[in-house]
Each structure stands twice: as structure tokens, then as C-alpha cells.
């Protein structure tokens, strides 16, 4: 999948990915900034990788966890601080929850502090920090 926003590319192609600049987009993260390059490698081999580029710069991303027939688990949504606030990781959410992989799958989440954002997209607050989007039923 990949798809254009403004000037952007939101790609599942994980050759793209780079564990350097997703280390430092995780490091601007509080439930991520310690994560180690080894443990950041093993998740994106386990993981459907959403990467946000500016030309070739790898400026968000995005993890998604699956079994591809009940549930999937969107994680580790993060765009770089000189990018926020473009709508960037909107479509970044956008693009995950249209994703043909995921329709007809209930979709959770945990966030701190991003509930309006993933409500726009059909999450409901099921608890103080949990999300779950209901399967579609189409």
C-alpha cells in the first residue's frame, strides 16, 4: 500500500524503513523512548510497518499487530515533532484503518491522551487508556 498526502508517502513497504529515524521518533514518544535498536528490529519483523516519508526522510510512523481474523493492534503512531500539526498523522491513521488487511477486524489501541483523534476514525474509550474500533461489518 502506498498512498499521497500533500507532499508526503505513507508506505507499508518496510525497505523503507529506517531503524535509525524511527529510534528518534521513538525517543520523542513517553511509552517508547528507551527502546532499544534490538527490541525496535524484532517489533518490525512481527509488525505490518507504516512509514511516513518527506522525499526519501522517514518523518512517522506506525505499527500495526494482527491475526488477520478477530483483532488488530495499532501501536507506536509517531510523527516528528517538526512535522505535527499538517494532518499528517491523521492520514497516517486513515490510511491504517482503510487498509484492506484490517476491514471486518475489531481495532485497539491504548493512548494517554489521543482519544478525540482516534474517535474521529470510529475508536470508542472502552477504559481510562484502551480503544477498540468495532469489526466492520462489511
Known sequence: M?????????SDDKTRLSIEDIKSLLEQSYWAEKRNK???RKSLMNSIC???YDNEKQIGFGRVVTDFATMFWICDILIDKNYRGQGIG???IKSICDDEKFKGLVGILATKDAHGLYEQYGFKLESEKIMIKPRDEK
Not at 2 to 10: A, H, L, P, S
Request: glycine share 6%.
Open 2 to 10: 502506498t498512498r499521497y498526502f500533500k507532499d508526503y508517502c505513507i
Open 38 to 40: 534490538d527490541v525496535i
Open 90 to 92: 491523521k492520514e497516517l
Open 50 to 52: 507504516f512509514g511516513v
